[in-house]
C-alpha cells in the first residue's frame, strides 16, 4: 500500500479554440473543448450529469498517470481555513488485501457464533470486496488542530474532494463508484490506514474501466428544492 504523489499534466494541443465529441467507456458522447492554450476538457455541466456510479469494471490495471491526475483534481476541492483535511491510500494488487483483512476483521465479531466452516466462507467474502476494482482508494479526513475549525466542515471538505475525484475519474473515462457504511466506522478500517483517533475513514472509492452500461440518472428538479429569498 502506498500513496502516489499526485502530478500535473499539461496535454499536447490539437486544434486550439475548436469544440468535439469523444465516446467514453460507457458509450456516451462527450463534448470535449480545445483552448486556444491548448488544454482541453469535458464540458462541466456534460459531466456532472452524465457521471453515475459504476459498480462493475474491468479486472485490468489504470494506468498510474490517470490516478495521479485524478488525485491533483481532488485536492483543489474548497475547505475553510485552508486546511486541506484529507488524505488518500491508493492501493492496488495485493495492496488491497489491507482492504481485504480489515473487511474481515470488521465482520468478524458478528460471525462469532456460525461454524467453523461458515464462518470462514462468510470472512473469505468479506475480504474478496477489496477485489472488486484493480484499483481502490481510501479518503480521510484528518482534521486541523486549529481551535477555529469546525469539524464538520473538514468532514465536508473531504466529501467536496471525493467529488472531485469521481468527476475526474469520468473524464479519464474509468468508472468508479463511492462506498461507505458501518465498515467505514469500524476501529478495524481505522487500524488498518494507520489512522489518529480524531482522523476518519470517510469513504473508498473503486475504481477500474467500465464493464457495464450506465444506469439512467433521474434526479428531482432543483426547482422543487429551491428556495428565493428576495
Known sequence: ???????????????????????????????????????TGMELQQAIRQRRS???VEAR??????????LEAAV?????HHTEPWKFFVMTGDGRRVLGRAYANAASDALAGLDPEEREQKLSKEEAKAMRAPVVIAAACSPSDNPRVIRSEELAAVHAAVQNLL?????????AVWRSGDPMH??????????????????LI???????????????SAKDKTFWVN
Open 186 to 203: 469500524h476501529p478495524a478500517m481505522k487500524s488498518a490506514f494507520g489512522l489518529k483517533d480524531k482522523e476518519e475513514l470517510v469513504g
Open 167 to 175: 468527476l475526474s475519474a469520468y473524464e479519464e473515462g474509468l468508472g
Open 1 to 39: 500500500m502506498s500513496l502516489h504523489r499526485p502530478v500535473r499534466w499539461f496535454p499536447e494541443p490539437a486544434f486550439p479554440g475548436r469544440a468535439f465529441h469523444r465516446y467514453n467507456n460507457l458509450g456516451q458522447s462527450l463534448s470535449i473543448h480545445q483552448s486556444a492554450q491548448g488544454g
Open 61 to 70: 490495471p489504470v494506468e498510474k498517470e490517470k490516478i495521479e491526475r485524478i
Open 54 to 56: 459504476i459498480g462493475k
Open 206 to 220: 473503486y475504481i477500474g474501466y467500465p464493464d457495464m452500461t450506465a444506469p439512467e440518472g433521474r434526479r428531482i
Open 76 to 80: 483543489w476541492a474548497p475547505n475553510h
